[in-house]
């Protein structure tokens, strides 16, 4: 019993790397910004269909969902049977955040960002710390070299993967 149980394992464990390395990375594209529009991306927006859903944050009455990618969902929470879409906050390349009080820490690509979201309908970027976090990876956890900062202009940022 031990040995089928060893063998099943190793053939499961050999059949799931062989499928890994045959995967192409080359089916996700990168979407690639100009370093400035990655800047200039951070606004309020009227509310949007989730899409993409990643991280969930709470913070006293407000229930934030990041839209992977794309920036976050804003909701009143204070009926958590029924939540009420308040905005959007569009931040190019968001995939985390953390909220205490009126300011959230998210991340933009490979910059940290710190917003005021004491207004929802008009959120101010405070600060920016450039080059900070790592580069947004495929889904395949790599960027391919075609995508690499020495193969691609200067001045610009991965901020999202699509299907090819």
Request: proline content about 5%; overall charge positive; aromatic content about 8%.
């Amino acid at each position: 019993m031990k040995r089928t149980l060893l063998i099943t394992l190793i053939v499961t464990t050999c059949i799931s790397v062989v499928y890994a390395f045959t995967q192409s990375s080359s089916s996700y594209v990168p979407i690639i910004v100009e370093r400035t529009t990655l800047e200039n991306s951070i606004a309020s927006l009227d509310t949007v269909s989730v899409q993409n859903p990643g991280k969930i944050f709470v913070y006293e009455n407000n229930l934030f969902i990041v839209e992977q990618y794309y920036g976050v969902h804003v909701f009143d929470n204070s009926n958590p049977a029924s939540p009420v879409k308040r905005g959007f906050i569009r931040i190019l390349g968001c995939t985390d955040i953390a909220v205490k009080g009126p300011i959230m820490y998210a991340s933009s690509a490979v910059d940290l960002v710190t917003l005021n979201i004491g207004n929802i309908s008009n959120v101010t970027e405070l600060s920016r710390e450039k080059n900070v976090l790592s580069e947004i990876v495929s889904p395949y956890g790599t960027i391919p070299a075609k995508y690499s900062l020495k193969n691609r202009p200067s001045g610009t940022i991965i901020v999202a993967w699509k299907k090819d």
